[in-house]
């Protein structure tokens, strides 16, 4: 049985079945290119005598440096191959699924461990200062102020703000309608600065911005009247971190990280938070309990006289 027939089968499920999106569709196929071209090196084509040895093989082959014509190729990170496994793993499931293999090879296969790394937020001041830091009253400032007042409001991600739509923002600016990875909806409730800013950019500077191009449905505009990019958010962030001099410390996922912690710090319930931010598993959100349970035993620290 070739491998190659069943590896786009396996990408046409993921296609018509799960409907991922073109960006996790183009990692997957990335991902099973890399797969089969070892095993074809192994002298294995057929997806009936894959062995779970050989997956972990292939696992090991990903973690060394390989010396070969061309320039030696470096090790993947722990991280990366545990993403190249789990879309190996997702394939032998799916085949053993359509009862095209007897067992599933890869089951037997585990992923790397992974370091738990803590997400990066600022201080409560620090993004006081970081939205403080756009001002003025032309048509890019209040853009600008209502995007990242939006980010900070809502922890979408970036790619959930620029992909927002007018009519997203609903009761008059109360709550918004995200559309996360997998296309998965969420409302979310907007605090009543982002409510301010959004409603300001809306009267004030959208109407500009929209005449400059095409009619587009797109919330937030780029000077020439298109859907912002996360390029172009990207670069409003960079802005006015550089202004509230805070550029070395933030990135358009530094909202979403302090969005979550400072909820948390406040005593929001972890649940709550898992699905204002729209993970699917609360183990995610937890690794923000990590990050104020850390500010607390540094404050701890600092301020009882027998704890040093």
Do not use: C
């Not at 500077?205 to 000077?223: K, M």
């Not at 020439?224 to 001099?245: E, K, N, P, T, Y």
């Amino acid at each position: 049985m070739a491998l190659e027939p069943q590896v786009h089968d396996y990408l046409r499920h993921l296609t018509i079945e799960r409907g991922l999106s073109t960006n996790t569709l183009a990692a997957y196929s990335r991902d099973l290119k890399r797969y089969t071209e070892w095993l074809e090196s192994q002298g294995v084509s057929d997806a009936r005598v894959i062995t779970a040895a050989q997956i972990g093989q292939f696992a090991g082959s990903l973690r060394t440096v390989d010396i070969g014509d061309d320039a030696p190729s470096e090790p993947l990170a722990a991280s990366s191959v545990a993403r190249i496994l789990s879309s190996v793993r997702g394939l032998h499931r799916h085949l053993a699924d359509e009862g095209a293999v007897d067992s599933d090879p890869a089951r037997e296969v585990k992923p790397p461990k992974l370091a738990s790394r803590l997400p990066k937020a600022i201080t409560i001041d620090q993004m006081n200062t970081l939205l403080g830091a756009v001002t003025g009253d032309d048509v890019l400032a209040l853009r600008d102020r209502a995007l990242l007042e939006m980010l900070y409001a809502t922890g979408a991600r970036v790619s959930e703000a620029v992909g927002l739509n007018v009519d997203d923002v609903m009761d008059d600016n109360e709550i918004v309608r995200l559309v996360g990875k997998g296309s998965k909806q969420r409302v979310v409730p907007v605090g009543s600065y982002a409510r301010e800013a959004v409603d300001a950019y809306l009267v004030r500077a959208r109407p500009a911005l929209s005449a400059r191009g095409r009619a587009t449905p797109g919330l937030f505009l780029g000077q020439r009247g298109q859907r912002l990019s996360r390029q172009g958010a990207w670069l409003v962030i960079q802005s006015a971190a550089r202004r509230a001099g805070l550029e070395a410390h933030v990135s358009p996922h530094t909202f979403r990280h302090s969005f979550a912690t400072h909820l948390l710090q406040g005593g929001a319930d972890v649940r709550v938070v898992q699905d204002l931010l729209g993970h699917s598993s609360v183990a995610t959100t937890q690794l923000y309990t990590l990050v104020t349970a850390d500010t607390l035993r540094d404050m701890y620290v600092t301020a009882h006289p027998r704890a040093r």
